[in-house]
């Protein structure tokens, strides 16, 4: 039977002084070497961490990074986070070398009342993204073996039907962390009732991600903004030559059918009119040379980097008034300050929707990092979302297995 999940509050109500308290966050941060180059992800898991052990908890964190597959592998471990999070944390973090072996039950057994403990890596373990449900339930057995209670508190992989995510909620009694909580009023916010004029922007490489979305989306925003890599396959269903831009040929019959759907349904497409290329794909050997053409007319040897500058204007102008925007996916190689203006430009209008009043979201690990890269401060957007692939299933209606499975009374407690 469905019931409404417990929060963390009346997990912390009911005493949890002195047990051990299992906590699922996305610390999925990007890095360059052991450098984090974005701790959005990280600030946004303190505030749960922070809560359980100011109650007495023991906590033990358990979180993933990158995709590693299901073995050690040194680039991806935790340990750089469990640093940082210690940091923001302003106490101490125990790290554990493996996630359920030896050093994890030492660690866990050493920590006092208050105490945090990261444990290594959770995808070093191939019991964590199996596809078996019987690997998966006994990768789940062992953590749970690590601790009293569950919390779940990333947002990012609760679209993910994972151990550290699904089945160990099923052995423990549960709570929705903070974090998951206040996304999902975000996320209701967006889907139910949307102030109006509502307006998305997506970017990001590829068509093929977004496809549930645009679905969904078409039925419910009032303005749909194209850019990113993902864009060449809608201009080359309008007919044009793309060049040597990103293509996915097999979704140009797919977009088609959306630009159709969105003329019968009254939903505005709006696509760049220029973009801006280059000959390669930025990299460290040659200084970027940009130029700046029509978007019907990319030439032959051209590749597109970002949308264009009238167009970057006519998307702040079509955000302009919006009173709720979502945002995923940038709209051009924003790490190249030659190919970040587009990105910049669809940035500074949803804060201005947000000086006006209205609901703006960016959405995804790659956007939250563009604004931060550019220089923009998080509290000039309604809400910076943790999730990308989760909000974007969230929009698309699709169910959330690590959400359902905290609704479920499967276990006592
Ligand atoms: C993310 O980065 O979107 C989340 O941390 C989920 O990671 P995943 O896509 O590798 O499951
Ligand atoms: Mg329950």
Redesign the pocket.
């Known amino acids: 039977m469905t019931q409404i999940a417990k929060t963390l509050d009346q997990l912390i109500g009911e005493g949890v002084a002195g047990r051990r308290v299992l906590v699922r966050s996305?610390l999925?941060v990007p890095l360059d070497g052991s450098t984090i180059t974005d701790d959005g992800r990280i600030r946004a898991s303190v505030p749960t961490i922070k809560a359980l052990a100011d109650a007495g908890a023991r906590v033990v964190v358990v979180a993933?990074l990158?995709?590693p597959k299901g073995e050690p592998e040194a680039r991806y471990s935790l340990a750089p986070v469990a640093a940082r999070l210690g940091e923001l944390l302003g106490r101490d973090v125990a790290f554990a070398t493996d996630t359920v072996g030896e050093s994890a039950r030492q660690t866990v057994a050493g920590l006092v009342d208050g105490g945090v403990a990261l444990l290594e890596n959770v995808r070093f373990n191939a019991g964590e993204t199996s596809k078996d449900d019987v690997e998966r339930k006994a990768f789940a057995a062992q953590l749970a073996g690590l601790a009293d209670a569950f919390v779940s508190d990333g947002f990012?992989?609760v679209h993910?039907k994972q151990a550290s995510v699904y089945d160990v909620a099923e052995l423990l009694p549960h709570a929705m962390g903070t974090l998951v909580a206040a996304e999902l009023d975000v996320m209701t916010r967006l889907t139910e009732n949307p102030e109006r004029p509502y307006a998305v922007v997506l970017g990001g490489s590829k068509v093929s991600d977004k496809l549930g979305v645009i679905d969904n989306l078409l039925g419910k925003a009032d303005t749909l903004l194209i850019g990113g890599g993902m864009v060449f396959t809608f201009l080359a269903a309008q007919g044009h030559q793309v060049g040597k831009s990103l293509l996915e040929e097999d979704q140009i019959a797919t977009c088609q059918g959306y630009l159709t759907r969105a003329a019968e349904a009254g939903v505005e497409i709006v696509l760049p009119t220029d973009i801006v290329v280059d000959t390669a794909f930025p990299s460290g050997e040659r200084e970027p040379a940009p130029r700046v053409v029509a978007a019907d007319a990319i030439p032959a040897d051209a590749l597109g980097l970002d949308i264009g500058p009238a167009s970057g204007e006519t998307f702040a102008a079509a955000l302009q008034g919006a009173r709720t925007v979502f945002w995923n996916g940038p709209m051009g190689v924003f790490e190249v300050p030659a190919f970040a203006d587009g990105t910049r430009a669809v940035a500074q209008a949803l804060t201005e929707v947000t000086a006006a009043g209205g609901l703006s979201v960016v959405g995804g690990?790659d956007s939250a990092a563009a604004v931060r890269t550019l220089g923009f401060a998080d509290d000039a957007f309604g809400h910076i979302s943790t999730?990308?692939?989760?909000s974007l299933e969230y929009l698309e209606g699709k169910v959330l297995p690590g959400i359902t499975v905290l609704e479920s009374d499967k276990v006592a407690g």
């Open positions: 996305d999925n993933h990158g995709r990012g992989v993910r690990g999730g990308g692939g989760a």
